[in-house]
């Protein structure tokens, strides 16, 4: 992978604690100044929570990113915006977004309130299977509040 070249991910975020509007405009602030420049963004939208039992709704956003980063990289400064931003690590230290058996299958997951959440979804066409990564994220084709912000911003002709 060569990594002058400016690559595309588009990041999906999701946040149901605290002021919910801040809490993706600062995340969004801090994946350009810390990631790369963010193009595009969706319109934030307001769901159930998935996967998990909550009296806080979500609002989720996708934001398209331009970067120079890895796709390591870039799971590695997400999941540090997530930290300064206030999540909490998970028991046995992986995201339930990103913790997989090593056959593939997905095992319960855990999930719970959360300040951000920011998963990688898409980074250019490639695909990463590993343990904690998985590129494109494996349960987004499952997730309304991820694919209809992704639709809205993943056509568009930026060069526009």
């Known amino acids: 992978m060569n990594n002058l070249l ?11 604690l605290g002021d919910r509007e801040s809490n993706i405009l600062q995340a969004i ?10 193009l595009r963004q969706s319109s934030l939208i307001e769901t159930e ?4 039992q909550s009296p806080n709704k979500f609002l989720n956003a996708v ?14 400064l997400t999941q540090k ?6 999540r909490k690590k998970p028991i046995g230290g992986q995201s339930p977004s990103t913790t997989h058996r090593t056959d593939g299958t997905v095992p319960t997951r855990q999930y719970k309130d959360r300040p951000i959440d920011i998963d990688i979804l898409l980074y ?30 993943r056509h568009i002709d930026i060069s526009k």
């Not at 934001?63 to 590695?76: D, H, N, S």
């Not at 915006?81 to 206030?86: A, C, K, Q, S, V």
Request: charged share 30%; net charge negative; with cysteine.
């Open 6 to 16: 400016p690559h595309k991910v588009y990041l999906g975020l999701g946040t149901n």
């Open 29 to 38: 602030q801090l994946i350009g100044e810390r990631v790369g420049m963010v």
């Open 49 to 52: 929570p998935w996967g998990f």
């Open 63 to 76: 934001i398209l990113c331009e970067t120079e980063r890895t796709p390591r990289e870039v799971l590695r």
């Open 81 to 86: 915006i997530e930290r300064d931003m206030g």
């Open 124 to 153: 250019d066409d490639i695909t990463v299977d590993e343990p904690d990564l998985k590129i494109p994220h494996p349960l987004m084709q499952e997730r309304d509040f991820v694919m209809t912000p992704l639709n809205e911003i």
